[in-house]
């Protein structure tokens, strides 16, 4: 199963981006939306799963979580816009996955069992970081997850 990760958009939809999450299952992404017609648009490819960032404002931003859970099959996902403002124990509740924005800066790494992402920004450019979206891909109860650089 092929789950499509992106955040930090800040209210651009790029046709790389739409791109590189064509086909998959499911979409989450990580807040900083900016436009609910992002959303619209990520909807088109698949269901969207979205947290509210520290720049979603607006009627159409309060009816998003500031934190959610999906769970693929076996596999519990636990999405926050900031990592900082992380108030759990990932391992302790359960959690395969944390996906988080905010930073802009594209990483995947594993600790303690709990595979973090935070798929990067989609969105302007920020400084000299890349464009980028993430893929979660997800056997059984085994997920890894994969950067996917747009060429911008």
């Known amino acids: 199963m092929r789950i499509g990760l992106i955040s ?33 648009n990520l909807r088109r490819i698949a269901p969207v799963t979205a947290v509210r960032g520290n720049n979603d404002k607006g ?43 905010h930073s802009h800066k594209p990483v995947v790494e594993s600790r303690e069992g709990v595979l973090y992402v ?13 464009i980028a979206v993430a893929e979660l891909l997800i056997c059984g109860d085994r997920v890894e997850a994969r950067i996917i650089e747009l060429a911008i």
């Open 59 to 101: 009627p159409w931003a309060k009816s998003l979580p500031e934190y959610d859970v999906i769970e693929f099959g076996t596999v519990a996902v636990y999405v926050r816009h900031d990592q900082s403002e992380l108030d759990i124990d990932p391992l302790a509740a359960g959690f395969s996955v944390c996906v988080f924005g």
């Open 118 to 130: 935070n798929p990067g920004s989609a969105g302007p450019r920020r400084f000299k970081l890349p």
């Open 8 to 40: 930090d958009t800040h209210g651009l939809v790029r046709d790389e981006a739409l791109e590189a999450l064509s086909g998959c299952r499911h979409i989450i992404h990580a807040g900083d939306i900016d436009r609910p017609e992002v959303l619209e």
